[in-house]
Each structure stands twice: as C-alpha cells, then as structure tokens.
C-alpha cells in the first residue's frame, strides 16, 4: 500500500479534529453538571403562627421545623423563579370551627419574586369561601408586590384589615381567581375591611 504525505496529512487533521471535538463535549457536559438551571418551587405553610425562623419545612414538626406564611414568602423572595406559595394546615391547628384558618399579620409580607399564592387546596366548600384568611393589624398591608414581583397572582384567599389588605407597584399583578376559564366560586378573593383601601395600586 503506498502513502503519500497529503495523505498522511490529511489524517492527522482528521485525528486532530476528532481529538478536540472530544474534549469540547466534555467540558460543556461538565459545565452543566456544575451549574444546573434553577427551577421554581412550591412552598406549603402549615402553620398559622405569625412568626419567622427561617425555615420552611413541611411537613409540620414543631414550631421550629414548620412553615409560616412570612417563611414561605422570604423563601420565595430568595429563590429565583415563579415560585408557588400554598397551605395545607397541620391539624395542630384549629380553624374557626367552619372550615377557615386565620393568620393574623402584623408585619407587612412583603413579595418581591413572582409568586402564585393560592388557597385554592383549602377552599372552605361546606361555606362557599376561602379557607385561609389574612388579617392585618394595624397599619401594616396583609400583601405588598413590590418591584421584581411581576406576574404573581393571589388566588382563593380572604384578606381583610390593614391600610390597605393588598398594594401593588408592580405590573401584571392577578388578584382573586384561579386561572382555569371556569365562572365558578374559586373565581374569586375576598378584600376588605382596609383603612385607607381595598386594593393600593401604583405603577
């Protein structure tokens, strides 16, 4: 078999190719390993407690391994993504006698990541009504969407009391339905009681 150097040359280049290709693929396989998209979560509050320990663990514990609603919303401030926020109280928990958990608020939850905070899980169904309701005291506001909360939706929750039981000064806010086209009671929030107003909206 005869060979000449064009050859000889041409197969280096192809081995040379091949060699390099290699190395490329495992270096973006690596790359990946190491650094994994962030992807949304879901955060369940299953306690009433109006109180924040930094954690947020479901299911309930004790009152320092739980997830209170302040718990849940700095979760999903610190997390990147559209995060979910729902409720599934421990039974530890006593509702009203009527199917409705109240948490009162006496600092203002203040929401700066996109969120669905929805109470859809609990809707009171024997009454016809949210099963979670937000009570703010004082002057603080129950829901705040601050900057960077663009696109969150409140679902299926009773918020009352307050200067205002939501504000908004972001875009894109939902307020009071469950998103699924259906004209049906979970179609619904309930917003009352506020000194000031209902809804405060400045965008």
Do not use: H
């Not at 962030?38 to 109180?51: D, L, P, Q, R």
């Not at 299911?59 to 700095?74: F, G, H, K, M």
């Amino acid at each position: 078999m005869i060979y000449n150097i064009a050859d000889s040359m041409t197969m280096k280049t192809i081995l040379r190719c091949i060699f390099w290709s290699s190395i490329s693929i495992v270096v973006i396989f690596f790359v990946f390993r190491i650094a994994p998209t962030a992807y949304a979560a879901t955060y369940i509050v299953n306690s009433n407690v109006n109180a924040v320990d930094g954690t947020c663990v479901d299911p309930y514990v004790d009152s320092a391994s739980d997830c209170t609603l302040l718990d849940a919303i700095a979760a999903a401030n610190a997390n990147s993504g559209a995060d979910i926020i729902s409720f599934a109280m421990d039974s530890s928990f006593a509702d009203d006698g009527d199917g409705q958990w109240t948490i009162v608020v006496s600092a203002t939850n203040t929401i700066t990541g996109p969120v669905e905070i929805t109470g859809i899980a609990v809707w009171d169904t024997d009454d016809n009504r949210p099963g979670i309701k937000l009570v703010a005291s004082g002057s603080v506001n129950a829901l705040s969407f601050s900057t960077g909360s663009d696109a969150s939706e409140v679902k299926a929750i009773e918020i009352s009391g307050g200067a205002s039981p939501v504000t908004i000064t972001a875009p894109s806010i939902i307020i009071g339905t469950d998103c699924d086209g259906s004209n049906d009671s979970i179609e619904r929030n309930v917003l009352y009681s506020g000194t000031t107003q209902q809804i405060y909206i400045c965008i």
